[in-house]
């Protein structure tokens, strides 16, 4: 498996725009994750799915930022507007179901470099 | 909330060392916890999963252990080599995934 994969690697866009990450996850995982990194705030988890349904978006900051997952195999992240806050590192992570009765080890992909001027 | 704390932040040491990194959480609630290395740009890299009802995990020069009850985990790194310097962080899955601040790892040739 190629595991996970995210485009574009970088995105640079002007404040006000709107602005679209995309995610493929290893082919069976059950759990989607979508996080954000920053240098202030760490490593942040911004919503997850299981079997395609969201189940916690309590980390989305605001209604600028939405999340779907029309089918297995692939997620968006969509902020509109972008705003220079927005900056950051975007990571989508995917995850079998556990035995224990939760997710399990969890893949990240390489990420998207976010830049909003 | 769940709470995890990586201490130290930094750590630099020769090489050939032995190291420990230490990850704190506040609930002992959880289904598992994981370590990860971190590159500079880059993603993050599963190192090691340790289920709740384990106590200790191994890959390599690697070793995880879990104490539930008190809340800690640590990270031994065996005969440290210059290609293990990176970010090494910590997640704790209770009923969300968690995640410490990490250690920024120098090892010196």
């Known amino acids: 498996d190629a595991g996970v994969i995210q485009s574009p690697r970088h995105e640079v866009t002007e404040m006000g725009q709107e602005v679209t990450l995309r995610c493929k996850p290893i082919s069976g995982h059950d759990y989607l994750f979508w996080y954000r990194q920053t240098m202030m705030r760490g490593l942040e988890l911004l919503i997850y799915?299981?079997?395609?349904?969201?189940?916690?978006d309590s980390g989305m900051p605001e209604d600028r930022f939405s999340a779907k997952m029309p089918n297995a195999s692939f997620s968006t992240l969509k902020i509109q507007p972008s705003e220079p806050r927005d900056s950051a590192v975007y990571f989508c992570?995917?995850?079998?179901f556990g035995s224990g009765g939760s997710y399990n080890e969890q893949f990240f992909g390489p990420g998207t470099r976010l830049t909003v001027l | 909330k769940q709470e995890v704390t990586q201490i130290p932040a930094a750590l630099s040491v020769p090489e050939g060392e032995n190291l420990v990194l230490n990850c704190s959480f506040t609930?002992?609630?959880?289904?598992?916890l994981q370590w990860f290395r971190q590159d500079p740009g880059k993603g993050l890299t599963s190192l090691l999963l340790?289920?709740?009802?384990?106590r200790e995990q191994t890959s390599g020069r690697l070793n995880a252990s879990l104490d539930k009850s008190s809340g800690r985990s640590t990270l031994y790194i065996a005969a440290s080599q210059p290609g293990d310097s990176a970010t090494y962080l910590c997640a704790v899955n209770g009923n969300q995934f968690y995640f410490g601040t990490g250690t920024s790892l120098t090892v010196i040739p």
């Open positions: 799915f299981n079997n395609n349904v969201p189940i916690d």
């Open positions: 992570a995917s995850s079998p």
């Open positions: 340790i289920q709740s009802s384990q």
């Open positions: 609930d002992s609630a959880i289904y598992n």
